[in-house]
């Protein structure tokens, strides 16, 4: 093809100009200096050739793939934000760590004055808590989304309230309730106690909301560990076929509908249907046996953002995508 003069000498300049910018690190002002043009001109030459495709740029940074993984999240799931935590040993613990260091530094990024928070309990919640830096000043109010569980101090919903109000410098309400009433009539004459409706009425209007994933099976899952539950209870739910996760103690199945069992007709907290209003969800899981789990929150559509580690992400996407039963 002929090339009249003038298309060439533009050509022969933006390509100098991309020689100078890219291959020898000059500045635009250095560039524009010895050739004598103007910055100005020397930035819009550069917008030009990436716009005629002289330019190509890959990034080649070593967790490049996790980025990549955290948008194919976003693009089959529907989820607002992903973010993946890299494998670096096989640590369990320090990898819940991991992943509990990520959560804080997402959540602490979009949280605002004047936000209600609302949380569940569990292992996770309680890694992204002891990350948060003790240092914050923010007018928020946290408040539990579901009532307390029995178990350790550290994974108490009620404690990690109180522990993440203080860090953040705000205020906290506990709810004086057991998260699994022992009868449908009970949770009723609960719900009904006007501290109990103020505290969850908070939940309902909150702006953020962290919740952990949670596996039902086998019987050694924390669920079973924190929530005050009868062995008979614990058969029931294990023995479930439909039931495949649980978020807020509420049981789901494999597309994130909750289970019409027993136990969901005696949780005192948020109901799912509410979590969905809420303006971002965070759910925060990790390790393989949550993969079945995460799947299930997530077609339900109850998560607006989800936090997990590298290998984890890998499956559910994989078996998202293709159906592929566990």
Do not use: W
Request: hydrophobic share 40%.
């Amino acid at each position: 093809m002929n090339i009249i003069p003038s298309d060439y000498e533009s050509s022969r300049l933006i390509s100098k100009i991309l020689m100078m910018y890219y291959m020898e690190d000059k500045s635009q002002a250095e560039i524009g200096q010895e050739l004598g043009l103007s910055t100005a001109k020397i930035n819009r030459l550069l917008k030009q050739a990436r716009n005629q495709g002289y330019v190509e740029i890959n990034i080649h940074t070593p967790f490049q793939h996790l980025l990549t993984l955290e948008k194919e999240l976003e693009s089959v799931t529907g989820l607002k934000h992903a973010v993946v935590v890299p494998k670096l040993g096989d640590n369990p613990k320090a990898l819940l760590q991991s992943v509990g260091k990520a959560a804080a530094t997402f959540f602490l990024e979009h949280i605002r004055d004047g936000d209600i928070i609302c949380m569940g309990g569990g292992v996770t919640l309680s890694a992204m808590v002891e990350s948060i830096p003790a240092d914050q000043k923010y007018s928020v109010t946290v408040v539990p989304a579901s009532g307390g569980v029995q178990g350790r101090y550290d994974t108490n919903v009620n404690s990690l309230v109180a522990d993440l109000a203080i860090k953040l410098g705000g205020r906290s309400l506990s709810l004086h309730a057991p998260a699994v009433t022992d009868s449908p009539r009970e949770r009723e004459n609960l719900l009904a106690l006007r501290q109990i409706k103020e505290v969850l009425d908070l939940a309902d209007h909150a702006q953020v909301a962290l919740v952990g994933i949670g596996a039902v099976r086998p019987a050694t899952a924390s669920m079973f560990q924190f929530a005050s539950l009868s062995q008979e209870d614990i058969s029931a739910i294990t023995e479930n076929k439909q039931a495949v996760g649980e978020m807020l103690v509420h049981l789901i199945d494999r597309q994130g509908r909750p289970v019409n069992s027993v136990l969901n007709q005696r949780i005192v907290g948020l109901e799912l249907e509410d979590l969905k209003k809420i303006p971002l969800t965070i759910g925060i899981a990790a390790l393989q046996n949550k993969v079945t789990p995460i799947i299930a929150a997530l077609k339900g559509g109850y998560l607006k953002v989800l936090i997990t580690d590298e290998e984890t992400a890998k499956e559910v996407l994989a078996r998202f995508q293709t159906g592929i039963p566990d």
